[in-house]
């Protein structure tokens, strides 16, 4: 007999708390299969992070070595300018050339390479911006070859016209294509490679002066030059490396291929779409016959008044970069120590190797700080620092004489003349003037730019000796650091903040007269343009 009022268990059966076993077992299968649905989702949110973060290591690695790769022609115009400081005491000697025939070799590549840069921004446009950059490595080194081979004063000079042919060649076209491959938040440091580059080569040319001095004059100089060809094995090689530029291929109505660059230099995968659709924005592809009238060479001599200020920025920060005297200061280092009471050749180029170390130091430190602290607050501090130290310079050759102390100062003001050279007004003067253009104008406006650079660096370095003689060293310093408060002035009126902005962006910036009066724009206001647009 059973007991009364006690329910039965079994399959479906209720238990004492009046709620079916069964049931209390399918929540709780529940709950396990919402666990184990939950722990899944977190694996593969997990999995899908570390994917990106695999990718976005990835992606940093290639745009990096593609930097690296686009600024080798840099070095050759680095060493270049640092070898000749050293080789043209001994070309001088050998050769027994004059002293305007020597302002007249350091000088020409200057001038002859703004034909480089002219040729260069439309051949970029026509051939690509890789193709052009292997142009240039084959132009410079052929003028290489030919210098070290030089018997005479004009087989040398033959030489230096073509490499100042191919310097213009690459100086235009590699920050160029940098900025255009570069995603937004590294392009300022990574369109600053080729100024590192240039100052490496600047230093391997002095430690090659120092290193080959000790051999007889009619073969050192010789070696010196002979060295600075064999960069061209690693150009070769980053021809199979690096891609062509997204934007050129855009230009080109080669979409497809546009997209794939995008894919390999753009961390996040959603954002390759976005930033295609703002190229052919900017393009403007599909409403290019209003262009046809009017053609790139006559929209930059009768600019709209936007075009106008993106001009007078680029260009004018060009050619303050090279009338503060840095040519003078790096291709005249060995005179500006001897006349400050240097009198040993090698002390004189161990001196200049000091100079080559700082100024290769703190383009590094730019690099760091361009992306950060941003290109306006950088171009103060160089700009401000220079002139203190170009004005003391002028101050101690004039004033301290050849005394121990005089040459101690004189070095240490050199030094930190190209310090705040390579903190600053170096590296940004390149950053500036290949992101402010629009994407249809940027190579030849950016070559406008370069060909200012050349004309000054080559006015400077073919009448420095020349005007020192005439007014003494401390005299043309004086005149130096003139010119640098006045481009503390430039900055202050005419250089917008560009950090932070993608390339359509500060084209727009440049667009808005608020802009012009304030200085800068808020990146909020910027995407509200873009959004209405």
Same mark, same amino acid.
């Given at each position: 007999?059973?007991?009364?009022?006690?329910?039965?268990?079994?399959?479906?059966?209720?238990?004492?708390?009046?709620?079916?076993?069964?049931?209390?077992?399918?929540?709780?299968?529940?709950?396990?299969?919402?666990?184990?649905?939950?722990?899944?989702?977190?694996?593969?949110?997990?999995?899908?992070?570390?994917?990106?973060? &695999?990718?976005?290591?990835?992606?940093?690695?290639?745009?990096?070595?593609?930097?690296?790769?686009?600024?080798?022609?840099?070095?050759?115009?680095?060493?270049?300018?640092?070898?000749?400081?050293?080789?043209?005491?001994?070309?001088?000697?050998?050769?027994?050339?004059?002293?305007?025939?020597?302002?007249?070799?350091?000088?020409?590549?200057?001038?002859?390479?703004?034909?480089?840069? $002219?040729?260069?921004?439309?051949?970029?446009?026509?051939?690509?911006?890789?193709?052009?950059?292997?142009?240039?490595?084959?132009?410079?080194?052929?003028?290489?070859?030919?210098?070290? $081979?030089?018997?005479?004063?004009?087989?040398?000079?033959?030489?230096?016209?073509?490499?100042?042919?191919?310097?213009?060649?690459?100086?235009?076209?590699?920050?160029?294509?940098?900025?255009?491959?570069?995603?937004?938040?590294?392009?300022?440091?990574?369109?600053?490679?080729?100024?590192?580059?240039?100052?490496?080569?600047?230093?391997?040319?002095?430690?090659?002066?120092?290193?080959?001095?000790?051999?007889?004059?009619?073969?050192?100089?010789?070696?010196?030059?002979?060295?600075?060809?064999?960069?061209?094995?690693?150009?070769?090689?980053?021809?199979?490396? &690096?891609?062509?530029?997204?934007?050129?291929?855009?230009?080109?109505?080669?979409?497809?291929?546009?997209?794939?660059?995008?894919?390999?230099?753009?961390?996040?995968?959603?954002?390759?779409?976005?930033?295609?659709?703002?190229?052919?924005?900017?393009?403007?592809?599909?409403?290019?016959?209003?262009?046809?009238?009017?053609?790139?060479?006559?929209? $930059?001599?009768?600019?709209?008044?936007?075009?106008?200020?993106?001009?007078?920025?680029?260009?004018?920060?060009?050619?303050?970069?090279?009338?503060?005297?840095?040519?003078?200061?790096?291709?005249?280092?060995?005179?500006?120590?001897?006349?400050?009471?240097?009198?040993?050749?090698?002390?004189?180029?161990?001196?200049?190797?000091?100079?080559?170390?700082?100024?290769?130091?703190?383009?590094?430190?730019?690099?760091?700080?361009?992306?950060? $602290?941003?290109?306006?607050?950088?171009?103060?501090?160089?700009? &401000?620092?220079?002139?203190?130290?170009?004005?003391?310079?002028?101050?101690?050759?004039?004033?301290?004489?050849?005394?121990?102390?005089?040459?101690?100062?004189?070095?240490?003001?050199?030094?930190?003349?190209?310090?705040?050279?390579?903190?600053?007004?170096?590296?940004?003067?390149?950053?500036?003037?290949?992101?402010?253009?629009?994407?249809?104008?940027?190579?030849?406006?950016?070559?406008?730019?370069?060909?200012?650079?050349?004309?000054?660096?080559?006015?400077?370095?073919?009448?420095?000796?020349?005007?020192?003689?005439?007014?003494?060293?401390?005299?043309?310093?004086?005149?130096?650091?003139?010119?640098?408060?006045?481009?503390?002035?430039?900055?202050?009126?005419?250089?917008?903040?560009?950090?932070?902005?993608?390339?359509?962006?500060?084209?727009?910036?440049?667009?808005?007269?608020?802009?012009?009066?304030?200085?800068?724009?808020?990146?909020?206001?910027?995407?509200?343009?873009?959004?209405?647009?």
């Amino acid at each position: 007999m059973g007991l009364v009022g006690v329910p039965e268990i079994g399959n479906g059966e209720i238990g004492l708390s009046g709620i079916p076993l069964g049931t209390k077992n399918k929540y709780k299968r529940m709950d396990s299969e919402s666990e184990v649905e939950l722990t899944e989702e977190y694996e593969d949110a997990a999995s899908r992070h570390h994917l990106q973060q &695999i990718r976005s290591k990835q992606t940093r690695k290639y745009v990096l070595a593609c930097a690296i790769f686009a600024s080798l022609n840099h070095v050759l115009l680095g060493y270049d300018v640092g070898v000749m400081s050293g080789a043209i005491i001994f070309i001088q000697e050998d050769l027994k050339i004059t002293e305007v025939q020597e302002e007249v070799l350091v000088g020409i590549l200057s001038i002859v390479s703004l034909f480089g840069s $002219l040729g260069g921004g439309k051949t970029s446009d026509i051939i690509g911006r890789k193709w052009t950059m292997a142009l240039a490595a084959v132009v410079f080194q052929t003028g290489a070859a030919i210098m070290t $081979l030089a018997p005479s004063f004009e087989i040398l000079m033959v030489g230096r016209l073509l490499a100042g042919i191919g310097i213009g060649f690459g100086g235009m076209v590699a920050p160029v294509y940098i900025a255009e491959i570069s995603p937004t938040i590294d392009r300022g440091s990574l369109t600053s490679f080729p100024e590192i580059f240039i100052n490496l080569g600047i230093l391997l040319g002095y430690v090659s002066n120092y290193a080959f001095s000790g051999l007889p004059a009619h073969i050192n100089w010789r070696i010196m030059l002979a060295v600075g060809i064999t960069p061209s094995i690693f150009i070769g090689f980053a021809l199979f490396i &690096i891609p062509e530029s997204p934007r050129w291929l855009v230009l080109q109505n080669r979409v497809d291929e546009a997209r794939s660059v995008l894919m390999k230099t753009n961390e996040n995968e959603s954002e390759v779409e976005d930033r295609l659709n703002e190229i052919l924005a900017a393009a403007d592809n599909s409403s290019a016959e209003k262009y046809e009238e009017k053609s790139v060479t006559s929209e $930059l001599m009768s600019p709209s008044p936007s075009l106008r200020w993106m001009l007078i920025t680029g260009f004018g920060i060009q050619c303050f970069q090279q009338i503060t005297g840095i040519d003078a200061t790096v291709y005249y280092s060995p005179e500006i120590f001897q006349e400050a009471g240097v009198k040993d050749k090698q002390n004189v180029l161990a001196a200049t190797v000091a100079v080559g170390v700082t100024k290769t130091v703190f383009i590094m430190v730019a690099i760091l700080l361009v992306d950060k $602290l941003g290109r306006k607050p950088l171009l103060y501090i160089s700009t &401000i620092g220079m002139t203190i130290c170009l004005f003391s310079l002028a101050f101690t050759l004039s004033v301290l004489g050849k005394g121990q102390f005089g040459v101690v100062m004189a070095i240490l003001l050199v030094c930190g003349n190209v310090a705040f050279f390579s903190v600053g007004i170096g590296p940004v003067c390149w950053v500036l003037t290949s992101e402010i253009f629009p994407l249809r104008l940027r190579a030849q406006a950016a070559a406008l730019g370069a060909v200012g650079n050349r004309v000054c660096s080559g006015l400077v370095a073919m009448s420095f000796l020349s005007v020192s003689n005439a007014i003494s060293f401390g005299g043309t310093f004086f005149i130096f650091s003139a010119f640098s408060s006045l481009s503390v002035a430039f900055v202050y009126t005419f250089v917008p903040e560009t950090k932070g902005k993608s390339l359509e962006q500060i084209e727009l910036l440049f667009q808005t007269e608020q802009d012009r009066k304030g200085g800068q724009v808020e990146l909020g206001d910027v995407e509200h343009l873009v959004q209405k647009g």
